[in-house]
């Protein structure tokens, strides 16, 4: 079965420093692979998603970034971290079967910028 | 991507049925229907997807009328666990899946 994997769980960083959040995927190849934040209280706001090594596409222009240098790994990073950043990140891949899309998403990361 | 439309919140008592209705009145001709729940600080979770008609499962039924244009999730006898926040997404079968969430309906069960 697959599962999709996100470390760290918790975080809290100071402005302006550096960000790496790591995603992986396990038991499905060629996924697509998404990677959203969750403001408290709001919605899902999708910020990058990728159909491929290093094919990323983003939705949302900012001080994020994220790469796939593997199949079934995605990182989400910032070089510098503003107040805005806090947020639950959440990692998805989603698979085609038949017509349909299915999408999984994993655990999260609680990010706290202070 | 079609837009949906939630009401916002939602309450009810355990062992009552509730519907929640989406709206997506410029849902194109491959788009499909999902409906996802979300508990607080976890990723939102499948629960049903759809076409048109009716679809069943364990969890929940999804009633889609002939246009389209809207879709309800039904959930049968709801408990205190079925608190959470729904989401309706409707997206195209074809090429690159990207799924928009908007804000959801957040259910209330109460005892």
């Known amino acids: 079965s697959q599962t999709i994997h996100q470390w760290p769980a918790t975080l809290v960083q100071p402005v302006g420093s550096p960000l790496s959040l790591e995603c992986t995927v396990e038991g499905t190849s060629n996924p697509n692979l998404y990677w959203y934040r969750q403001a408290a209280g709001r919605g899902l706001q999708l910020l990058f998603y990728s159909i491929g090594i290093d094919q990323i596409s983003s939705e949302v222009p900012q001080n994020l970034s994220a790469s796939r240098p593997q199949d079934r790994q995605f990182i989400l990073s910032s070089k510098k971290l503003l107040l805005s950043d806090s947020g639950f990140y959440l990692c998805a891949w989603s698979v085609q079967l038949g017509v349909y899309y299915e999408q999984y998403f994993g655990p999260g990361t609680r990010l706290t910028v202070t | 991507l079609a837009k949906t439309t939630q009401p916002i919140s939602m309450d009810s008592y355990e062992g009552q049925e509730v519907n929640i209705t989406c709206s997506h009145n410029?849902?194109?001709?491959?788009?499909?229907i999902t409906w996802y729940q979300q508990f607080p600080s976890q990723g939102p979770r499948f629960i049903i997807q759809?076409?048109?008609t009716k679809v069943t499962n364990e969890v929940a039924s999804l009633f889609i009328p002939a246009d389209r244009k809207s879709s309800t999730l039904s959930l049968p006898r709801v408990s205190l666990s079925d608190t959470a926040v729904y989401y309706c997404l409707v997206g195209a079968s074809g090429g690159s899946y990207i799924p928009t969430f908007g804000r959801g309906t957040s259910l209330i069960v109460h005892p």
């Open positions: 410029n849902i194109a001709t491959n788009d499909y």
């Open positions: 759809g076409y048109k």
